[in-house]
């Protein structure tokens, strides 16, 4: 009974210690976001590590147009194929934030997906009526509304007719398909939506993304949780289709391949005997305090790398749950995806080298990088101290 205002409370202090815009969100989910501009340059790794794959791709690639950045993929099914995510991707940490040490991305949307990135998540609130991106509540971090997010992403699709993108968006506020799908339609996405043969329940076989480009039907969009809507049967229910490994982890060798949701299933093992399609959730927070988890950028480099020998590295985790899997990761989720480069991982997997991306710098982009002022510091020190005069306040509040 206590708890709203304490909430509200504690939104209020937050938003008086100016790190509202900051806050990131931890809700029922995952989060994603994306990050600021930048005109420097440098390579964005295109590496194959198969060598056999590799020869292969040299000779089909000078015919062959590129289905997501490799004409290798255009004939593999869309389950056997690794997705790169970027966790938050609304949630950004840049110039538009004021580098907000709860931002999880340091580059948007549009150039995620230019980079080669093809899964975008996102958490979803309803806001006075309107979804919006929030991070935990509106009140403290509003990264504008689904429509305008979906807009931008439709923007893209059309100028990139060859290419096959995937929506994982958490339903916050427990909204209705109808409430998503009308936004879906306003923003004229929807057009995209692909409909599985299968509304129910798990896959085993899904199309190759050349089908889904013939048909145009390039969107793939789950929703965690939705109650599946025939008017809508574009927006799937994830955990129909897609098991998660755990995710909050805090420690470089908290990463595994292990089951975490949903939880009516198994093991890992039972989710990819039935048909569910896997998803590494790798990204660490380094502080989470009344349900504000900061994003660990000391150790992104290493989070992010490709190394497969490497404590905490993504390609480690990657590598092990390919083996105790039998078959890769469909989907990725990380943090800053442009260090490491992330995807790299994922080129590795699919063992292609890609074509046609967008360079991004693989570095950290921080206010001294790109403004000459270092804020990450300050920010961190607010956010303790709010914390602590939260849970000061929270403690007279009981007592
Ligand atoms: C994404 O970031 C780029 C680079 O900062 C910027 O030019 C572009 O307007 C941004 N796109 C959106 C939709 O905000
Ligand atoms: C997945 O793709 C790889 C690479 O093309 C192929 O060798 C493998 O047979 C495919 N697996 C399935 C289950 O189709
Ligand atoms: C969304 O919020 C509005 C206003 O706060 C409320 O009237 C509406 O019932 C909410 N929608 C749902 C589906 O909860
Ligand atoms: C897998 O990792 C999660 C998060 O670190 C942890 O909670 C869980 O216990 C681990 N499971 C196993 C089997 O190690
Ligand atoms: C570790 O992995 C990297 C590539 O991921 C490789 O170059 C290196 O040889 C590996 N080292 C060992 C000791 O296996």
Known sequence: MMFPSI???????????????????????????????????????????????????????????????????????????????????????????????????????????????????????????????????????????????????????????????????????????????????????????????????????????????????????????????SSYPYLLNEFDYVFETAFGVSSMSGFNCSLSRPTSLSSSTAAISSGYMGLLNHFADTVEVFGISIPDVTDIATTNSADTNTTGALGTQGAECDSEWGTKPTFILVDFWNVGPAIATADQLNGITATGRTSVSTAELTASSSLGVRRDAWGLGAVAGTAIAVVALVNIVWL
Not at 23 to 41: C, L, W
Not at 154 to 164: H, I, L, P
Request: charged share 10%; proline share 3%.
């Open 7 to 229: 909430l509200a409370t504690s939104v209020a202090l937050l938003s008086l210690a100016g790190i509202g815009q900051a806050i990131p969100q931890q809700g029922g989910g995952n989060g994603g976001f994306g990050g600021g501009p930048q005109s420097q340059s440098s390579r964005v790794a295109t590496t194959a590590t198969r060598a056999s794959t590799t020869a292969t791709e040299a000779a089909v690639s000078t015919s062959t147009v590129a289905c997501n950045n490799s004409p290798l993929l255009c004939n593999r099914n869309y389950n056997n194929i690794t997705h790169m995510g970027a966790h938050d991707a609304a949630f950004l940490r840049d110039s538009s934030t004021s580098f907000s040490i709860s931002g999880n991305q340091f580059y948007n949307a549009t150039i995620a997906l230019s980079a080669g990135i093809r899964l975008l998540q996102a958490q979803v609130h309803n806001s006075s009526g309107t979804l919006e991106l929030c991070h935990t509540t509106c009140t403290l971090l509003d990264a504008g509304s689904l429509e305008a997010f979906l807009m931008e992403i439709k923007t893209w699709m059309d100028a990139n007719t060859n290419e096959v993108v995937t929506l994982l968006l958490v339903n916050s506020d427990d909204e209705s398909a109808a409430t998503f799908g009308s936004v879906f339609e306003s923003s004229g996405i929807s057009t995209y939506g692909y409909t599985p043969t299968s509304t129910t329940g798990p896959i085993s076989t899904w199309p190759t993304l050349q089908t889904l480009i013939t048909a145009n039907t390039r969107l793939v969009t789950f929703i965690a949780s939705i109650t599946y809507d």
